[in-house]
Each structure stands twice: as C-alpha cells, then as structure tokens.
C-alpha cells in the first residue's frame, strides 16, 4: 500500500527549511528518501532502518519513529539545487517495496 | 561512469507492436528492478529479481513481461503495448532488496503510436 507524503508541494526562498512527511498503515522495515529532478532518473538521498534512527546528508536530514510509522526529511538552508520531487520509499517485512507520491520542491532565488 | 545503463533512451512503437526495453549494469548487484514512470506520478514497481528470482507486483498486467538471462543484464518486454503504457521506464540495480540504495539507470521514454 502507498506511503502518504504530505505536503504536495511547496514552494520556499532560498535559505529557508522544509520538512516533507511520509507515512505508512503498515509496520515499516525501512524508509528510503530520493529526490529527483525533472527530466532525470531518482537519486538516492538516505536510508533509515531503525526506529528512532536519524541521518543527515549535508542540510538533509531524516527521522524515522517505527511505531508511528512515519519518517520525516528535513531541509535546512535550502539551496536552489534543492528544488525537484522528493519520494519517500516504504520496505515493510514482506518485502514489498514502494514509492510515495512524491512532493514537489520548489527553491526560489 | 555510467552504473546502470538502459538502452534505448527513447523508444516510439505502435500500438500493439512488441517491444523489448534492456538495462545493463555495471555494479554487479544481485537485485534488479523496472518501474513505470508516468507523468508526475511516483515511479510504480513492475517486477524485481533478487539474483534468478522473478517477483512480480501483484498489479503488474500480463502485458508485460521480463528476463534477466544474466546478473548484469535485464529486459522488459511489453507484449502488444496500449496508449496507456507510454511512460518513462526505469530500471534500478541494488545490492541487496531490503536495506540497500536502488541505483537508477536514465530511463527509457516509451512513446506508444
């Protein structure tokens, strides 16, 4: 079943935060994060595999709490390079992988 | 250097004619995977192999079909494809299918006539 990111989309000036959010109504393994730009293939940001597991990548950053099946990307000092569609990946026990529906970054001059 | 390769870039077939759509890759990674990519809308899994072994989405339709004849190469063929498969597919190569990163290649645009 497909992870829920919320929100849609927004749209931010340069050097300001976001945070995009993913859940799931199944127990979760792991959360992967990608972001991909118009035109181009998904890049892979991230991988949380525990609860209460964090990771940062440079101003990217991501949380995952297992129980409330949830992970959330956080932005912070947002470049313009940041802007494209951001997908948040579910891999539950089964084995069954799959993407959100994707948020769309925007990062204004 | 390239990782995963996928060939051709952009494909245009007619209706109900076959086509096959190949990724190649470089890594040496057990697992493979083809997504369906339509506009704005998430990259959908259509198949993965973990090494020899085909899993099939339970929604993927009979139309479509694959073979991975070796660990660096693999193939989607659609059968007699429909207005309705023209999309971007995407072929990605990990190391293993639960924890690892998923290595996309470029795509192949599929235009259906």
């Known amino acids: 079943q497909q992870p829920v990111q919320s929100p849609q989309a927004v749209i931010l000036r340069e050097g300001e935060d976001a945070v995009i959010n993913c859940s799931s109504s199944?127990?979760?393994?792991?959360v992967h994060w990608y972001r991909q730009k118009h035109g181009e293939a998904p890049v892979f940001l991230m991988i949380l595999l525990k609860g209460g597991e964090q990771k940062g990548h440079e101003k990217i950053s991501a949380s995952f709490n297992e129980k409330k099946q949830q992970s959330s990307l956080y932005l912070t000092a947002s470049q313009l390079s940041y802007s494209g569609t951001y997908f948040c990946?579910?891999?539950?026990?089964?084995?069954?992988?799959?993407f959100g529906p994707g948020t769309r970054l925007s990062v204004l001059p | 250097d390239a990782m995963v390769i996928q060939n051709p870039r952009y494909q245009v077939t007619q209706f109900g004619k076959p086509v096959t759509l190949s990724c190649s890759q470089t890594?040496?990674?057990?697992?493979m995977y083809w997504y369906q990519q339509k506009s704005s809308q998430a990259p959908k899994l259509l198949f993965h192999y973990y090494d020899k072994d085909f899993n099939n989405e339970a929604d993927t339709p009979d139309n479509f079909q694959s073979r991975r004849p070796n660990t660096s190469f693999c193939f989607l063929d659609i059968r007699s494809p429909g207005l309705g498969d023209a999309a971007m597919y995407l072929c990605?190569?990990?190391?293993?299918?639960?924890?690892?990163?998923?290595?996309f290649g470029p795509g192949t645009r599929l235009t259906v006539l």
């Open positions: 990605a190569a990990a190391p293993l299918a639960r924890t690892d990163t998923q290595y």
């Open positions: 990946g579910t891999q539950d026990y089964g084995q069954n992988f799959v």
């Open positions: 890594l040496n990674h057990n697992v």
């Open positions: 199944k127990a979760l393994y792991s």
